[in-house]
């Protein structure tokens, strides 16, 4: 059977002619029927896609084959086969725009100065080996974290990426400077950067887990330190990493637990809200009580 899957990537290495790359990849991508979003800058490539498992397959096989990209690490999840409305790719000047680009360089090797990089069970035996001495920071936009996040995790206070330097500037987590930090985002790419930027700001002992929360999740599930859904940018919204996933969000109008981030109906809105089932089949029309999250039109972060 050729499943409907998704996959998300990155590869930070450098791009001589983004455009080229980009009429490539839009080629490739139409002749496989593939949809989904891509970024391309001079500092490598972010992209994540739904298709047919073959089509992927091929995709991946002929992408690795382009220069600095044969280490690029594919995560893989189940797809619906209508995951992405239609195939979107732009050349910008950063792949993840955290306000900082004069401070993120790239090598052949990727970006340079960053975290150190951590697989998941090199995260579950550092946390075993030091548990008074490690934390986890979340490299994501602070609602992502409503409905999923690592536990006692600190969660910034984010909207958007560029919020990170006012977060760690502020000195609200200046006592974590001595600490193990390990950094997390959905795919890895977010915390590329924000590992650099925190190093770069006095904070002495950096990680990041390689393939961010859905490596961890895939190879754990909900049975060590990841807790709840992962919410993705696209038209999944959130997935599972088992069929017992604990629900840690809470409904927007009644506080009844959720996981389900929904688009208000009401014409003024139109956010994405945590809402349970029966809020959401009644909202319509009703006062909007909730804060802005985030709009139904997302670009793409990993």
């Known amino acids: 059977m050729d499943l409907d899957k998704v996959i998300l990537y990155y590869a930070f290495t450098p791009i001589a002619d983004p455009t080229a790359l980009m009429l490539w990849q ?58 992405f409305p239609k195939l979107k790719i732009k050349v910008k000047d950063d792949l993840v725009s955290f306000g900082k680009t004069d401070e993120i360089k790239v090598g052949e090797k990727g970006i340079i100065g960053g975290g150190t990089h951590l697989r998941p069970s090199q995260v579950n035996e550092l946390v075993a080996e030091r548990p008074e001495d490690v934390v986890f920071f979340d490299g994501r936009n602070s609602f992502e974290a409503k ?54 700001r006095g904070f002495q002992e950096v990680y990041q887990i390689k393939g961010g929360i859905v490596r961890y999740g895939n190879k754990y599930g909900d049975k060590s330190h990841w807790e709840g859904s992962l919410f993705t940018f696209d038209d999944r ?13 809470t409904c927007k109008r009644c506080e009844a637990k959720s996981k389900s981030f929904r688009n208000c109906l009401n014409d003024n809105c139109h956010q994405l809200v945590l809402l349970c089932d029966e809020c959401y089949a009644n909202h319509k029309g009703l006062p909007c009580k909730h804060d802005r999250e985030t709009k139904v039109n997302r670009e793409l972060v990993g």
Request: hydrophobic residues 35%; positive net charge; aromatic residues 8%.
């Open 147 to 200: 409905i999923g996040r690592f536990k006692d995790a600190v969660i910034p206070n984010t909207s958007t990426t560029k919020d990170f330097i006012i977060e760690i500037e502020s000195g609200k987590y200046d006592h974590l400077k001595n600490k193990a930090v390990i950094t997390y985002c959905t795919g890895g790419i977010r915390c590329e950067v924000l590992s650099v930027l925190m190093k770069n």
């Open 26 to 83: 839009k080629n490739l991508c139409e002749t496989l029927n593939l949809k989904g979003r891509i970024i391309i800058s001079e500092q490598g490539i972010n992209g994540t896609l739904g298709g047919k498992m073959s089509d992927l397959k091929k995709y991946v096989k002929a992408t690795k084959e382009y220069p600095g990209f044969n280490e690029i690490d594919f995560k893989w999840s189940k797809g619906t086969g209508n995951d």
């Open 237 to 249: 919204l959130t997935i599972d990493f088992s069929d017992d996933v604990k629900l840690i969000g």
